[in-house]
């Protein structure tokens, strides 16, 4: 008997093997874990749900599986084979009319099914509109630009799917042809996707020696992310800075202190809470845009993803919950996900329900970026490395004004550079502005950081 890939869900349609954790010989329980797939910036074991005993392996690490490939074979041990023997026979068909033989020299051969494009091609506008689709698969369709009409459905009824909507796009992103019948079957001229115009690449080779470099799964599902992002969501960035002398040394005593914690305090983390602050004060920044029903879906939970940069890529864990937790506890569970990161352990989960995004180039450098949102979110957070900038300080409120010393003084502060990019569909430029600065005026003052706590 054959175990092959389960559907995994999620619109997941294909993976990498990572590890094989079985041998042949080795017992399966009904529950064991045979091999770790890589799929969608996720590392999760696959279980097989067999009772017996492992008798071929049909993949190594490496291999790149499409949902229902084929894993391993397998046969059951004696006590299962003695209980699929009692097990009661199926029960036989009802009689009816004798079959007609195999080859009736009478009967005329059964008509080839038309092929699907030729037949519903006619029929269907630029939108697909004869296509069996929820509004939410249209709402996608015309969001990234596919004709329903040439994306083959593997719902009951052959209805299209989100799935199915998303492997069209990916592999028209990869540069594939489609492998479904409606779209191997369609004209020349509709091959290819709207709205995604796919340039045959110039050969390289004739100008000089080139190398080709597979891109693993992880970077495949980043350039497929911040393609639909950017397709998606009309962007502006908005740059500020904050003074974070005050923070820092703050921080700092934080962390030498008799009570110091045993996690790391970072400005990620002060920065959650910041964000958090503002994102209450200011609801539209913590929502989602539903371009088909006309609503914006304001969220009432604070679940902040934070980029982390792994040797496999870029990867965004979400920690739910910000404002009800403290500076300790964001700390201990952002370190938490960011070694599952490293370790390719995070799941599905781990990265889902997002609000916003943080994303901190800091440990790297830089003086400012301008990070692409994290969609279906609206808007992200930025931030570059701190430094050191020479700052006039105006003097006491109250002061008079004048150019005399004691109106004011020259010093060197740590600022530290944030971009804020959002959805201009969602968000105006003075929201976008006052949202900035809000943040900035916090990082600024560690009493309100900590109140946030």
Not at 263 to 276: C, F, G, N, Q, S
Not at 378 to 391: P, T, W
Request: aromatic share 4%.
């Amino acid at each position: 008997m054959r175990f092959t890939l389960p559907n995994l869900g999620e619109g997941i349609t294909e993976g990498t093997v990572v590890n094989v954790l079985v041998a042949v010989g080795d017992a399966l329980d009904g529950k064991r874990a045979v091999i770790e797939l890589e799929t969608n910036k996720a590392v999760m074991e696959i279980e097989c749900p067999a009772l017996g005993k492992v008798t071929a392996l049909m993949v190594k690490a490496g291999d790149k599986l499409p949902v229902g490939a084929p894993i391993l074979e397998w046969e059951a041990g004696a006590a299962e084979a003695a209980a699929a023997a009692k097990a009661p026979a199926p029960a036989p068909a009802p009689a009816s009319a004798p079959a007609a033989p195999a080859t009736s020299p009478a009967a005329p051969p059964a008509p080839k099914p038309a092929p699907l494009a030729a037949a519903a091609a006619p029929a269907l506008a630029a939108s697909g509109g004869g296509a069996a689709a929820s509004p939410m698969v249209r709402r996608l369709a015309r969001e990234l630009g596919v004709d329903l009409g040439l994306v083959p459905g593997s719902g009951p009824g052959r209805r299209i799917l989100e799935s199915d909507v998303q492997l069209y796009v990916k592999q028209a992103l990869s540069g594939g042809r489609p492998v479904a019948a409606a779209a191997a079957q369609a004209p020349a001229a509709a091959q290819g996707l709207p709205g995604l115009k796919l340039l045959p690449l110039p050969d390289f080779s004739r100008f000089g020696q080139v190398e080709r470099k597979p891109v693993s799964g992880m970077r495949k599902a980043t350039a497929e992310a911040m393609t639909r992002a950017w397709s998606l969501v009309p962007m502006v960035t908005q740059f500020d800075s904050a003074d974070v002398t005050d923070l820092e040394a703050a921080r700092k005593r934080m962390l030498s202190g008799k009570h110091a914690p045993k996690v790391r305090i970072t400005v990620t983390v002060l920065a959650m809470k910041a964000v958090v602050a503002a994102l209450k004060l200011m609801p539209q920044f913590n929502a989602s845009f539903d371009h088909e029903g006309g609503e914006l879906i304001l969220k009432k939970y604070y679940n902040l993803g934070v980029a982390v940069d792994t040797e496999h890529g870029l990867v965004v864990p979400v920690i739910r919950e910000v404002d009800k937790k403290s500076v300790q506890e964001l700390a201990a569970e952002l370190d938490m996900l960011a070694e599952k990161a490293r370790a390719r352990k995070l799941s599905l989960e781990d990265m889902s329900g997002g609000s916003f995004t943080i994303s901190n180039l800091g440990g790297i450098g830089g003086t400012g970026f301008t990070p692409i949102v994290n969609w279906p979110e609206v808007a992200i957070l930025g931030i570059s490395r701190s430094r050191k900038d020479y700052v006039w300080r105006e003097g006491a409120e109250g002061d008079p004004p004048s150019h005399e010393a004691s109106a004011g003084q020259g010093e060197f502060r740590l600022t530290l550079p944030l971009s804020l990019s959002y959805d201009h569909r969602v968000i105006d430029g003075a929201d976008g502005a006052r949202f900035l600065r809000k943040v900035s005026e916090l990082l600024s003052d560690p009493l309100q950081i900590l109140m946030q706590a």
